[in-house]
């Protein structure tokens, strides 16, 4: 069970519990298609298979979802991914943060047991979506790998989050215990992992931060 801190515009604090019974990664959502594709063709040279559609999503294991403050994986071929995550809930969709963390050897021959290998550690705050859907383009998204800035950029990255959620389930929202991270900004200096990677979600409307961080703890390959 999840639990998030959410505010209110009266300064007080809810904690809402939250069961994620479904988690699916929307994937190629970015809004520019010329550069979707620009960004398609650079990783089939990689020996990444293109996708079969976009935007595409990626049924997960619900138990990926965490609010611990550190993973481990095998290795060191892994990153984070900075993105916007909604979940339903019987009351609306709440808006989070978390990293869509993927295990890049393994991308190279899918991208969906990529992400399958790693665990997605997101924020212990959350936002309603009726309270940002009026501003949704002006939120802000940053990551940072080491300390040093690794994403920047805002909401106009991805598609619509509706046309997303529509795409998703066939409906406005998302249905109760479904999760959605809405699909990743460019990195600066090259995909990279490390051993720290923190993130910030903005609302410049009021001022608001969610913000989360978590160590990589890298097991040693044995055999």
């Known amino acids: 069970m999840l639990s998030f801190a959410i505010p209110a515009a009266d300064g007080s604090v809810e904690r809402l519990p939250v069961a994620v019974?479904?988690?699916?990664?929307?994937g190629w959502t970015g809004r520019d298609r010329a550069k979707l594709q620009e960004h398609i063709d650079e990783l089939k040279e990689l020996g990444v298979a293109p996708p079969t559609?976009?935007?595409?999503?990626?049924?997960?294991s619900a138990s990926l979802v965490t609010q611990d403050d550190a993973i481990q994986l095998i290795g060191d071929g892994s990153?984070?991914?900075?993105?916007?995550?909604?979940?339903?809930?019987p009351r609306g969709m709440l808006v989070t943060l978390c990293s869509d963390h993927t295990d890049r050897v393994a991308e190279a021959y899918s991208i969906q047991i990529s992400k399958q290998m790693c665990q997605k550690p997101i924020a212990r705050s959350a936002w309603w979506f009726k309270d940002v859907a009026d501003h949704w383009d002006s939120l802000t998204l940053q990551s940072w790998q080491d300390g040093v800035v690794y994403q920047d950029g805002n909401c106009t990255a991805m598609l619509?989050?509706?046309?997303?959620?529509?795409?998703a389930c066939g409906a406005d929202e998302l249905p109760p215990g479904w999760a959605m991270p809405l699909g990743t900004l460019p990195v600066h200096g090259g995909i990279r992992g490390g051993d720290v990677f923190t993130m910030k979600l903005g609302d410049p409307n009021t001022g608001q931060t969610i913000e989360h961080g978590y160590r990589v703890e890298q097991l040693a390959v044995s055999g």
Do not use: H, N, Q
């Open 53 to 60: 559609k976009t935007p595409i999503f990626y049924p997960l």
């Open 21 to 26: 019974e479904r988690l699916v990664i929307a």
């Open 160 to 167: 619509p989050p509706l046309e997303i959620v529509r795409g």
């Open 79 to 89: 990153s984070g991914e900075v993105e916007v995550m909604l979940i339903g809930t």
